[in-house]
């Protein structure tokens, strides 16, 4: 296998996560601001911060290979923060767009996963330890994140669960009260 031909996919797949970071780095705060879910809201937050160390974890991978750090459109990932987007803008505030929310961003999560697993691959083949080490670290947060949004939508859910069995168990408490109202009712009426 040529190498050079390998090198230049490296590049053209670096520059493409690149640019993916570089929107979710714009996109990451409003989807803070969009959650109704404090530990959601906090996650994204810092998954911000996290993201940006990514950007600049990039930018040492570029030099290590020794181009310029610049993007290439990404499209998988404007396709995807134009799908949450849908998500936050369809639902109300609350729980449902909460896990809508959480749905577009695992499939974020998992997207990235695999670029960084590609491209840390690569990396490998071309014998570039030290960028896939770097490339390794983010797969790894990434992967993370990905935990970190499940166990949030496991408690959403719970909690949504705990919800409606409070309703259910009302429910029969009401309606046996309005039954003995009804039945006393009609036992005075009865009685007159």
């Known amino acids: 296998m040529n190498q050079e031909t390998l090198h230049e996919l490296f590049v053209e797949q670096l520059r493409d996560l690149y640019d993916a970071e570089k929107q979710l780095v714009k996109a990451l705060p409003k989807m803070a601001k969009a959650a109704d879910n404090d530990e959601l809201a906090e996650a994204i937050r810092s998954h911000l911060a996290e993201t940006e160390n990514q950007v600049t974890r990039l930018e040492e991978v570029f030099g290590i290979v020794g181009v310029t750090a610049k993007g290439k459109p990404c499209k998988g990932m404007k396709g995807l923060l134009e799908e949450g987007n849908e998500a936050i803008q369809e639902e ?19 997207y990235e996963i695999s670029a960084y697993g590609t491209l840390r691959t690569l990396a490998e ?23 970190k949004l499940t166990e949030i939508a496991v408690m959403i859910y719970g909690s949504a669960s ?18 003995t109202r009804a039945d006393a009712g009609g036992k005075t009426r009865t009685a007159r």
């Open 92 to 110: 109300d505030k609350g729980e449902m767009r909460d896990l809508a929310m959480i749905t577009g961003a695992q499939k974020i999560e998992h």
């Open 162 to 179: 705990d919800e409606e069995e409070e309703e259910e168990e009302e429910e029969p408490a009401q309606t046996a009260a309005s039954k």
């Open 125 to 147: 083949q071309l014998d570039l330890g030290d960028a896939a080490e770097l490339l390794q670290q983010t797969e790894d947060e990434e992967k993370e994140a990905d935990s």
